[in-house]
């Protein structure tokens, strides 16, 4: 299948690991790279190739048939993917958007209809989900090994060092755990209550906040997050934290034996890991499942992507990846697990830059059109 003619948004840190992913595993070739630092922009052209912009516009009205895009990967700060996103939807370009999809939260089953309104391919950057070890558990799950499943436990865990110029820290970039990495552990959970319920989406519906707490950090985003999920029957314990070095971790209790995940989110604990492994405990007697893969997530990623662009369909990803109903049901669960942490501050605290809350996520009006 031919490469995808491919512009990246972003060259950041992120967007050099999924380039060099992306062109070894021969899913892509990059024809343009949109960034703003002209010094950042020319490092990143000349490893991994494609025309350098610094305008928007020109990124994305450009006819020079050197340089053709098909598609985008967007990797700017959380904040900055809608408009990219918008624009590449009103020319025709097939969006990977970095997760979270989009900011506001409340946006993005709008971004959606958009993207199925416009006949074009819109998928959130889930890379995790595209490595076989997580089809491997959810099989496991679906072929009723685990027994009924009642309880999932998982956690996204990192400590970075507090600066408030720091994407992580900056609320006015959608800074916090939360939205950084709040939706791994809970996009697991809900792909484990579909698993149990056969794979369809249906089930996705009964997901709801049962509880949160957290912690802010001085520049008021929220270091350190812990929810309850209740899906289904399905009770869900969720950590996330960019203040705290907890891990990752995935395990999924049913009633005749638990499944931990290794490594839930990057195989080995590395981004370019490949070998998966499931730990099934019955009853103390503990088998090690091991899944390789000949790639790692981001060429994992990358392929699916290329795939679901030349299949020529529209509806997004299909399970067990993650799906638009699953991208707009992890956006819900983080507006209400956001909104219940800053619930608890007293009414009169005070957000960076003259902000609030509904600048980022809540009851917002329309942005103003770019175009
Ligand atoms: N799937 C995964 O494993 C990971 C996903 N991510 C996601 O990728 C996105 C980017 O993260 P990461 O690569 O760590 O970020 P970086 O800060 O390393 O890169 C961000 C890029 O966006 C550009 N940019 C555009 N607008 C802005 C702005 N207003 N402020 C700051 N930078 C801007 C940056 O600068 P310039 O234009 O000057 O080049 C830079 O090229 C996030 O949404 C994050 O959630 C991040 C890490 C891992
Ligand atoms: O998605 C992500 C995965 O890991 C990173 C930390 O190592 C995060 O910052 C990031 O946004």
Redesign the pocket.
Known sequence: MAPLNLGI??????????AAAAIESGAARITRV????RE??ED?TAEFGGRAF?DRLAFFMDEDPAAPMEAVY????????LQPARLALECGIHVLC???LVLPLGKCSGLIRHARRTRVALME????RTHPQVAALFELISAGELGTIRRVESEFAFDCPFDPQ???F?FA??GGAI???GGYPLSLALGVARAEAGGGSDILQSAALVAAEGELTPSMVIGDARATVRIGEIEAHLRAAITRDGGCSARVVGSRATATLEHP??PEGR?RGLVGAILIDREGHVERREVPSPLD??AL?ALAFRDLVRSGQWLGPTWPLVDHDESSVIARLMIDWRQAIYETLPQDFQLPEGLTLSDLELDVPDLPEFL
């Open positions: 948004v972003g060259p950041g840190q992120v967007a050099r690991v999924f949109l960034g703003r630092g950042r922009l990143f610094d967007i990797a700017t700060p959380h904040t900055e993917h970095e997760k979270p950057g889930w890379m995790y720091h994407r992580l900056k970039l959608g939205l950084d990495v989110f990057m981004r997530c981001f990623e």
